[in-house]
């Protein structure tokens, strides 16, 4: 008998193994029934955002774009950030949370190249998830809107003026996905994540904020927390009317101008993921 020829096994190098990575996260993340429910509610809600642009019309003959930037952004202004953010906390917190509760962590980490490359997967997946959502919701909403308007022999609004809210939605949901799947792994679960992801934005950072412009000295830190940039990304206070303007500008909470806003929110972003990073390597599966 002939001894078997034995083959070196084939060596992937960093980049190759972070597309398997991704290619693993997706299929993991198309293959749950719970993905589609989620993301056909999000596509049906949508939709639904063009009637809501008819009662801002009221008895006018036109609906001023930023109203309309403002719906098709599942309007932040009114609930501080965009209620489709609430929808996707399930698609972003989940497959860091299901692999270390589940223990198939172990597994990834050895078939994508270590744990460094699964996290990176994970956060990049989501992010693009995330985007893809927003991207396709800013446009149902916009074809919602402009139907509804028509309908209802409005006027159209100027839809380039709409076009730089809606990209900024866009950014603004890609790093919210990043940020879910950061807290994750930084608060040990998802429920906790959760729970930190909807009251920091609406209850904590406000306190915060509150509390700070009460310290001499220190009330202008109050426009750099983490959402209060994030609304001053999604809301430019300087496209409003001025009689409109104050009380935009008491909701949105922090004085940065767009650009500025825009920038810090995806640095806190970052940052965030990188600690997720240093949480992820030194997480253990039994801690889930």
């Known amino acids: ?5 034995l083959t070196a096994p084939a060596t992937v190098g960093p980049g190759e193994a972070f597309l398997r990575a991704c290619r693993y996260e997706w299929r993991h993340l198309s293959a749950l029934r719970s993905t589609w429910i989620l993301l056909g509610v999000a596509a049906v809600l949508s ?12 008895d006018r003959e036109a609906v001023g774009s930023v109203a309309v930037a403002d719906a098709i952004a599942w309007s932040p202004l009114a609930t501080q950030v965009p209620t489709l953010c609430f929808l996707s906390l399930v698609l972003a917190t989940g497959p860091v949370t299901t692999d270390l509760v589940s223990g198939a962590a172990r597994t990834t980490w050895l078939a994508v190249n270590g744990r460094g490359t699964a996290y990176a997967a994970k956060c990049a997946v989501g992010c693009l998830t995330g985007a893809g ?5 800013a446009l149902l909403g ?9 309908a209802a022999g409005a006027a159209q609004p100027a839809w380039g003026d709409v076009a730089a809210p809606a990209i900024r939605f866009v950014g603004w949901m890609a790093c919210w996905s990043v940020l879910c799947t950061a807290s994750a792994v930084v608060l040990r679960g998802r ?5 930190f992801l909807v009251l920091w934005p609406l209850l904590v950072e406000r306190l915060v904020g509150m509390l700070l412009g009460r310290l001499p000295g220190l009330d202008g ?9 994030g609304r001053a990304m999604l809301t430019d206070v300087s496209a409003y009317p001025a009689d409109d303007r104050p009380f935009a500008q008491a909701l949105v909470g922090s004085h940065l101008a767009t650009p500025v806003a825009s920038g810090v929110f995806c640095l806190y972003a970052a940052a965030v993921a990188a600690v997720g990073l240093w949480a992820y390597r030194r997480r253990d599966v039994k801690d889930s």
Do not use: Y
């Not at 959502?133 to 919701?137: G, T, Y």
């Not at 916009?142 to 028509?150: D, G, P, T, V």
């Open 142 to 150: 916009a074809l919602s809107c402009a139907l509804s308007l028509a």
């Open 1 to 5: 008998m002939t001894a078997p020829v």
């Open 221 to 229: 830190l109050s426009d750099w927390l983490p959402f209060a940039a």
């Open 47 to 58: 939709l639904v955002l063009g009637i809501t642009v008819l009662l801002d019309l009221g």
């Open 133 to 137: 959502l927003a991207a396709v919701s």
């Open 191 to 195: 429920t906790l994540a959760v729970l």
